[in-house]
């Protein structure tokens, strides 16, 4: 089973950055696309970005595009989303997960508000 613990939200200021970390347990990330995803209050659960195994290639929401950078540590079992230039619609709760989201993966996630 795997375990995801998502870290490093916190209130921000419009225009501000964040880092966020997915450390994963359990089973090895290692050759899994792994993704991030986000609900805001009173919407639905939302794709952000996603990063490949092996060429690292990433994808990313139109939304976010330009701002935010997912990245990955495979030695570290770890996924990264650098957040910059951040808005007050980017408040959410951050989840990670493998891509496509497995529904017993979920994570508590990390709140993430942006104050304008």
């Known amino acids: 089973q795997l375990h995801l613990v998502e870290s490093g939200g916190g209130l921000v200021q419009a225009g501000g950055s964040l880092r966020l970390s997915c450390a994963a347990s359990g089973l090895t990330i290692r050759r899994s696309v792994m993704g991030w995803f986000r609900q805001a209050p009173g919407k639905e659960r939302e794709f952000v970005a996603r990063i490949s195994w092996i060429s690292q290639s990433t994808y990313y929401a139109d939304s976010v595009k330009g701002r935010f950078t997912i990245s990955r540590d495979n030695a570290k079992s770890t996924v990264y989303l650098q957040m910059n230039s951040l808005k007050p619609e980017d408040t959410a709760v951050y989840y990670c997960?493998?891509?496509?989201?497995?529904?017993?993966?979920w994570g508590q996630g990390t709140l993430v508000t942006v104050s304008s």
């Open positions: 997960n493998i891509h496509p989201a497995r529904d017993d993966y």
